[in-house]
């Protein structure tokens, strides 16, 4: 019968006329006064919610001696007749984004990012290889890059900057600024970064959305969501 014993025992002595009073606890009377409290209170503030309807009433009802309302209760009582607040569902607009990288010459535009990996050395305790490179976004060539076992921070980017400017200008800078794409990580957008790419005639720009092959993430956004599926 899906009960206890106490249970059934208590089932078996009830008398013939007993009515369960958990099937109706609700309090018509006390429900159509509280109706009417937010009815007065809509009329002045047709905004409010069921939440801030309940403070009200809250505060009213402390300053008048009675008991608080119920928040639940509150809810029921708006929800039967249909006093709460339409959900909003407007949609959002889009940011568009064309995810287009690649421009039409060499030197217009340079990209460059960082990753990691794991390699097995002759102590064998897998340690990391973070490498930082540019690569130009017209003819793809990896201008010049650093690699190191302990990360990378501003300097090593401040480094591969100064070497990709000497290798496509030699030792003169830019006549038009390149513009300089990056991730938005500390180590490209630290003020002595930024600072010294102006020097070099590099234009900063960070990518905040990427094209749509990485989800919209950030290149760096997007290998963390993927290790994390792992």
């Known amino acids: 019968m899906s009960v206890s014993r106490a249970q059934l025992s208590l089932r078996v002595k009830r008398s013939v006329d007993w009515q369960d009073s958990r099937c109706n606890r609700r309090n018509n009377e006390a429900d159509a006064e509280i109706l009417s409290d937010i009815l007065d209170i809509i009329s002045d503030?047709?905004?409010?919610?069921?939440?801030?309807?309940?403070?009200?009433l809250r505060k009213q009802r402390r300053a008048e001696g009675l008991l608080p309302v119920n928040v639940k209760r509150l809810y029921r009582i708006m929800s039967?007749?249909?006093?709460?607040?339409?959900?909003?569902?407007l949609e959002r607009p889009k940011r568009e984004h064309e995810g287009k990288i690649g421009v039409a010459e060499s030197d217009m535009r340079w990209c460059s990012d960082g990753f990691e990996f794991d390699y097995d050395n002759d102590n064998d305790n897998g340690e990391k290889l973070w490498v930082t490179f540019a690569l130009d976004c017209c003819d793809r060539e990896a201008i010049d890059w650093a690699a190191s076992t302990?990360?990378?921070?501003?300097s090593t980017v401040q480094d591969v900057m100064l070497r990709s400017v000497e290798k496509r200008f030699g030792d003169r800078l830019p006549d038009t600024p390149v513009q300089w794409l990056t991730?938005?990580?500390?180590?490209?957008?630290?003020?002595?970064t930024r600072k010294f790419a102006r020097e070099l005639n590099?234009?900063?720009?960070?990518?905040?959305?990427?094209?749509?092959?990485?989800g919209y993430?950030?290149?760096?956004g997007y290998r963390q969501q993927r290790a994390s599926l792992t």
């Open 80 to 89: 039967e007749h249909h006093l709460l607040l339409l959900p909003n569902k």
């Open 183 to 192: 991730d938005n990580v500390s180590a490209y957008t630290a003020h002595e």
């Open 217 to 220: 993430h950030s290149p760096r």
């Open 45 to 56: 503030m047709p905004s409010y919610g069921y939440r801030r309807m309940w403070g009200i």
């Open 150 to 154: 302990g990360g990378y921070d501003n």
């Open 202 to 214: 590099l234009e900063p720009s960070v990518q905040h959305h990427p094209h749509s092959a990485l």
